[in-house]
């Protein structure tokens, strides 16, 4: 009897949580895509003492995540961000039914390899064969013409024809408009999707390690090619997020890369 008991309540468990991973925002249908998890060590954060890092990470190290997300919305399917090129994201796809020839949209919202390599395959041709690649004007003037990443140079050679440029403020497509939030990189852009009265934002990367940037929004990490520029886009979102209460999707978030945030002191706190 204890057993079968057990049992419903870890399915009711299982359910709430899948329901949380993927019905989010009501009318915006969002599925966290999860590529995988690394530890780096606490040395990657700008503008945290000593003290903080004690606190936060006892044991030296960081919890690193990696996501995609796919948005069902207004009759379209969209995939924000295509994680490492592994095809980890592909096959997360596959288990949430939708081939990979099936994605006919991609919204990029920076260059950085853990959100485009996934566009690749192992053989190093178009992953999503059928996509139309959206990226920030700025984002792929920077990769492409003055850093010259042959990495970035090869995966959009693969979508020949079909790499679309926006600019921030552009409504890229029917309720989804780019964000400036440069400073992670100079072209980075968030995407406010709206559908109806149901509201959501897609970070990108304004935030890595919430366990510390939450309640220290100010720390920054060294990824960031401008780290004082990542740090006022962060608190200009989330103090926007605030405000309008929107809840996010962050690509670093621990799974299911959800927050609701609220102001609280200097910083914010999520669930």
């Not at 796809?93 to 996934?118: M, S, Y």
Request: with cysteine; proline share 5%.
């Amino acid at each position: 009897m204890k057993k079968k008991l057990a049992k419903k309540v870890f399915a009711v468990l299982l359910l709430c949580f899948l329901v949380s991973a993927s019905a989010w925002a009501g009318g915006i249908d969002t599925i966290a895509l999860f590529d995988r998890q690394s530890k780096p060590d606490t040395s990657l954060l700008i503008g945290a003492d000593a003290e903080q890092k004690a606190k936060y990470f006892p044991d030296g190290k960081l919890t690193g995540n990696v996501l995609a997300f796919l948005v069902k919305m207004k009759g379209r399917e969209i995939l924000f961000d295509a994680g490492l090129p592994d095809g980890h994201i592909a096959a997360e796809l596959k288990k949430n039914g939708l081939a990979a020839a099936d994605v006919k949209t991609i919204l990029l919202t920076h260059l950085h390899r853990d959100h485009f390599g996934g566009l690749v395959d192992v053989e190093g041709k178009a992953a999503f064969p059928n996509a139309t690649v959206y990226v920030g004007r700025a984002e792929r003037e920077y990769w492409i013409d003055e850093v010259k990443d042959q990495n970035v140079i090869h995966a959009l050679a693969q979508y020949a024809g079909k790499v679309q440029v926006f600019e921030p403020g552009d409504e890229v497509m029917p309720g989804v408009k780019a964000l400036d939030t440069s400073g992670h990189t100079p072209g980075h852009v968030s995407f406010l999707l709206k559908n109806g009265k149901d509201k959501l934002l897609i970070l990108g990367d304004l935030i890595h390690f919430p366990r510390i940037q939450l309640p220290h929004p100010e720390v920054a990490v060294r990824y960031d090619v401008d780290p004082a520029k990542a740090v006022e886009a962060r608190k200009r979102i989330f103090d926007y997020a605030c405000k309008k209460h929107i809840p996010v999707a962050g690509m670093h978030i621990p799974f299911p890369g959800m927050l609701r945030l609220k102001k609280a002191g200097a910083g914010y706190v999520g669930n």
